[in-house]
């Protein structure tokens, strides 16, 4: 499980469910299992801060590379 932090302030955003290896380029709504502090609006999620970290796609966000941080492990599958 990955925790999503923004790069800005630390903030947790959101703990992510990380399926395999690679960068996170989105994060898939459905495996999003815990949420902190963030806003979505008009298509754009927002850090509490209000640093952009990433567009809202439907099913996942694309996720700003620059904008977040993340630790934790992926799950292999
Ligand atoms: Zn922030």
Request: hydrophobic share 30%; charged share 30%; glycine share 10%.
């Amino acid at each position: 499980m990955l925790v999503i932090r923004c790069a800005a302030c630390k903030n947790k955003l959101w703990k992510y469910d990380k399926i395999g290896p690679g960068e996170v380029l989105r994060c898939h709504k459905a495996r999003i299992t815990k949420k902190y502090s963030f806003t979505a609006g008009d298509q754009k999620i927002q850090c509490s801060c209000g640093k952009d970290i990433g567009i809202d796609k439907g099913s996942f966000i694309k996720m700003i590379s620059k904008a977040f941080t993340y630790s934790g492990t992926k799950r292999n599958c």
